[in-house]
């Protein structure tokens, strides 16, 4: 016998409909967990349970983990249940923020050792979750978190992934063939600038730049070193981005392309005082982020386009056997 609900118990299927979220604001580890149906709803319980003041609106949603940009609602839907969310207002822009009690923070870098190996492992786990929704994001990774893929025990990594060992296995081979290309490319672009200043040195463009780079370093001198510290403090960018930028060769093959938009959005003067760079070498090295960016998300927008193509040929209807047969023997 089927008992009828009461006239104030909540329909099932409004229940039904209900998808659980986490939020938190931009810089911030505090979450709180929500429930909604729709992006509109989502975002009215942000602004109560976050405080955000009706000044401050519109607010716009995030993907906690890269900053994705949620305003479609079907997409909202496709989502995971307790999917982590950063709610901007109006003007805010997104900052990575590792919630687990990562180091991305510059303000973090003075954890103890026991956090840091806790975040770390809470990383691994965080990358294997982006490459089991989408493994085209293989292309969008940082140096830094192949290797951290490639170094988690393979048994580990195929649990967290639901495949088997031998998938997985081969997952970890093409990660280093990635990391390896990268390797190759930053080789070839070395051995390029070596060819190139060894035709500088045949010529007067050597002795030019010197005189350029000489006349730079007398204007800096005279400026105020607290108006050069002003102007440095305006950088967004994490001490683990600068320091790639100072260290590596072709540091645009080390960063992750969110990494990457962040150096390109960067004012090149306030860079180049950050870096105590010339602001030609600044310039140069900020459009080879650019153009890194681009192609890494041409390679990704290629990935997905195949896979949508295959993805629709292996939907089409079959042709029976028996039919096949047929025009054979009509032959």
């Known amino acids: ?84 969310f950063v709610a901007l207002a109006c003007n805010e822009k997104w900052r990575y923020n590792n919630s687990d009690g990562g180091t991305a923070w510059v303000s973090q870098e003075s954890f103890d050792v026991d956090e840091t190996d806790s975040g770390a492992g809470a990383r691994w786990k965080d990358l294997a979750r982006q490459l089991k929704e989408d493994l085209s994001s293989i292309i969008l990774l940082s140096e830094e978190d192949l290797q951290v893929l490639i170094d988690v025990p393979c048994s580990d990594l195929a649990q967290e992934l639901c495949q088997n060992y031998a998938t997985v296995q081969g997952l970890q081979n093409t990660l280093q063939q990635v990391l390896d290309q990268r390797e190759e490319a930053r080789q070839s672009k070395q051995l390029l600038e070596l060819y190139l200043q060894a035709l500088e040195k045949e010529g007067s463009i050597l002795s030019k730049q010197k005189e350029s780079k000489a006349a ?39 960063l992750s392309s969110q990494d990457l938009e962040l150096v390109s959005k960067e004012e090149p003067h306030a860079l180049a005082v950050t870096l105590n760079w010339d602001l030609k070498k600044t310039e140069t090295v900020q459009q080879a982020c650019t153009r890194e960016l681009a192609l890494r998300l041409q390679q990704l927008q290629s990935l997905r386009s195949l896979r949508n193509v295959s993805a629709r040929n292996s939907s089409l209807p079959r042709e029976p056997q028996s039919s096949k047969r047929a025009r054979q023997d009509a032959t």
């Open 216 to 254: 730079f370093s007398q204007e800096a001198d005279t400026v105020d070193t607290g108006v050069s510290r002003e102007i440095a403090s305006r950088i967004a960018l994490t001490s683990q981005i600068l320091s790639t930028l100072k260290d590596r060769p072709a540091p645009e093959l080390s």
């Open 1 to 84: 016998m089927e008992v009828a609900p009461g006239p104030g118990a909540p329909d099932p299927s409004e229940l039904r409909s209900l998808k659980p979220c986490l939020l938190r604001r931009n810089q911030s580890r505090d979450q709180h967990g929500v429930a909604a149906s729709c992006l509109e709803e989502l975002r009215s319980k942000a602004c109560d349970v976050l405080g955000i003041d009706e000044t401050l609106t519109p607010v716009t949603l995030v993907l906690a983990e890269d900053g994705t940009i949620v305003d479609d609602d079907d997409y909202f839907l496709c989502l995971p249940s307790n999917t982590k």
